[in-house]
Structure formats: C-alpha cells, structure tokens
C-alpha cells in the first residue's frame, strides 16, 4: 500500500483506567457457593419437584480451565460478593453529576491524550464505543466531550466485543474522508452491572475497565512513536448465541425488567466452536490482503474472552502454537473486559516493537462479529 503522508492514519496516543479494586476467582467461588447452598436449601421442593432447576457449585478450577481467567478489576467490589445480593451496588448520580461512565473514560482519554501530546484544542470528534452504554441520551460521548473542553461532535456506538475495534474504523474513516483531523475514540466498559452473579457458567467472566485511543493523521502527529493504520477490515454474521434482551422495550413487555435473558447470557460451548474458525480466516484474509503472511506480524493484539479460544485462533492463524509474547494475554488479571481487551493487549505490550514492525489488532465476539486492524510500527 503506497500512500502520501499527508493520507497516512496513525494512532499516536492510548490510555487506560485500572480500577483500584479486584476480585480473586477465590472470592467469587467462596459468595457463589455460599448463594447456590442457601437457594437450593429455600428451594428444596420446586427442585425435587422438577419446576426449578438445581445450583451446582462453582470452583477456581473449573473457572481457570474453562476460561484462564484469575482475577478481575471492578469498578467496586460492594454488594457483588453478598450473598443476599449478588449485583454491585452503585448509587444513582443526579442528573447534573458526571455519569459513572463518562468518569472513567475521561481517566482513561486523559492518559491517551498526553501520551499522543495533543490538548482539547487538537480534538474534534470523540468516540465513545463499548457494549453497553449506561443511558440512551444524552450521549456518553457528548458528555466527555463537554467535561474535557473538545469542540466539533461526538456520538456513541454499540458493537458488543468488537464495539473498540469498530469504532477505530470510524475513526479512520472520519480521518480519510477530512470530516474529522483528530478523533478521540474511548471505550469505557462498566460490564459488571450486566453480570449475573447467580450464574455459575457466566458469573466469573466480566471486569470493568475504560481504554481510550487518539487517532491523526501522520503529518501532524508529534509523538515519539506511532503506529500506522495499514487497513482496517471488519465482517458480522447474526447469532443469538451471545445475547443481552435489556432495553426500552421491558417497558412495554410486561415482564421481569431484570430476569436471566435480560442480563448478560451465552452458549458458551457453540460461540467457542463457530466463532474461533471465523475469527481465524478473516485475520488470515485481512493479513493476506496487504501481501502479508502470519508470520510477518510480530504481534496480535487479540481480543481477551477466553484463553483457550485465543490460543486456538492463533494456533490456526500460524500453524503452531505462538512463541512467547507474539498474543499477550490480559484477561488473567483484567478478566473479559468486553471490547477493551484487544485494546489493553496493545497498551500495555507495544513499546518494544520496532520501527517497521506489523502488529494486528483484532476483536470478535457477540454479534457474530470480528474487527481488525493493521499496523506498521513508525
């Protein structure tokens, strides 16, 4: 791909907010057993009766083998761990104090805009691009934008776990296409209020966590390094397999607004089996479509679900298992972090590449749906 410097697309800064609390698989398996034994015990008759299924224990073997997830960052660890409640506790902000959502991911843009050396002034369109967002309108991007001083627009976009990826797309094509000289693009992932804690296949899965990325154009990027946008490449496919029914229209549905199929649920077993293979051919296509093999890339930023999905999905990208740090792992101690996780991969293990170096980052998940990006160390 040959371009001018002046239509070259860079990603110049990225941040990210950790938060100050975690929660061990111990901790997790200690409350939702505690909660299992009690509802199994008020529950004693509907279950011999057969109208109400029994809970089986949960346990850090079980939850590291079928995930390699350790530990994850949340937001706040209140209420999650009470077996009389099962669900964090975040008291409602007025309508005048700054959305939970929009704090962290103005912690998380904060960072990415110091590491790219570009103020408010520099910006003028923020991204906000996640799973979910806590409130319809007025938008969580607005919002941001308004808190850090940025003129121009801003918007929300929901993608599930390819919600980061998708929305770097947009930022680039807002860069290509002129409408925009500097996108702020954040994903902030406040996951653990869509958890269902009383889930035994799905309670250890989700963290919090906010990413963020600002995106330019070669000529006026001032930063140390940077990494070239190669291409971009994205590909959807309706599953039901992945799913969350939480929406306005419970309103009008007349049935329980927080029941299991409102929360956050999967077929776990299907979504590892149909998602792996697809996830595979279109790193491949993408790769192959710039003239390039598996082997020229010196790193994947993946998308942090599942370890072993991961390492089947690079086993089959190289043919062999990867050496060490070609697909950094994160989810040990982040957990599934939704959309963030390929972006936290990149964060934290991309300064000791090289000028001229390729990387890829690449996100699939509900939907179906899978996002890729090429980059070229500058």
Not at 83 to 103: C, H, I, N, W
Not at 164 to 188: E, M, W
Request: glycine content about 6%.
């Amino acid at each position: 791909m040959v371009n001018s410097s002046a239509q070259k697309i860079v990603i110049s800064g990225s941040g990210i907010w950790t938060p100050p609390e975690v929660i061990t698989n111990e901790e997790l398996v200690e409350s939702y057993n505690a909660y299992a034994e009690k509802f199994n015990t008020e529950h004693a008759a509907q279950i011999a009766a057969g109208t109400v299924e029994e809970k089986y224990p949960s346990s850090v073997r079980f939850i590291e083998k079928a995930s390699g997830i350790k530990a994850r960052y949340v937001y706040t660890r209140e209420g999650i761990l009470d077996t009389g409640r099962m669900r964090p506790s975040f008291p409602e902000r007025k309508e005048d104090e700054l959305s939970y959502q929009a704090e962290i991911g103005i912690s998380a843009a904060r960072e990415a805009m110091n590491a790219a050396g570009r103020t408010a002034a520099d910006i003028d369109a923020v991204i906000v691009a996640a799973a979910y967002t806590q409130r319809p309108y007025p938008a969580i991007a607005i919002e941001i934008q308004e808190a850090l001083d940025i003129d121009g627009f801003a918007f929300d976009m929901l993608g599930a776990c390819s919600a980061a990826t998708f929305g770097l797309h947009r930022a680039y094509d807002a860069l290509k296409s002129g409408s925009a000289k500097c996108v702020l693009a954040v994903n902030p992932e406040l996951v653990t209020p869509q958890v269902n804690f009383c889930d035994r296949d799905s309670h250890f899965i989700f963290g919090d966590v906010a990413t963020a990325i600002v995106m330019e154009r070669l000529e006026t990027c001032t930063a140390s390094s940077c990494y070239e946008i190669l291409s971009t490449k994205a590909l959807t496919r309706f599953s039901s397999n992945i799913r969350c029914n939480f929406g306005h229209m419970i309103y009008a549905h007349d049935v329980e607004p927080f029941g299991w199929d409102k929360l956050f649920h999967q077929s776990g077993r299907k979504v590892f089996e149909e998602v792996s293979p697809v996830a595979a051919r279109h790193i491949r296509e993408h790769l192959g479509s710039l003239d390039l093999t598996p082997d020229d890339v010196r790193r994947f930023w993946l998308h942090q679900a599942n370890l072993n999905m991961n390492n089947m999905v690079i086993k089959e990208v190289l043919g062999r298992e990867a050496e060490n740090g070609v697909a950094p792992t994160v989810l040990d101690r982040y957990g599934n972090a939704a959309s963030a996780g390929s972006i936290i991969a990149f964060h934290l293990h991309n300064s000791d590449l090289e000028k001229g170096d390729i990387g890829m980052i690449c996100s699939f998940g509900a939907g179906y749906s899978v996002g890729s990006l090429v980059l070229e160390k500058h």
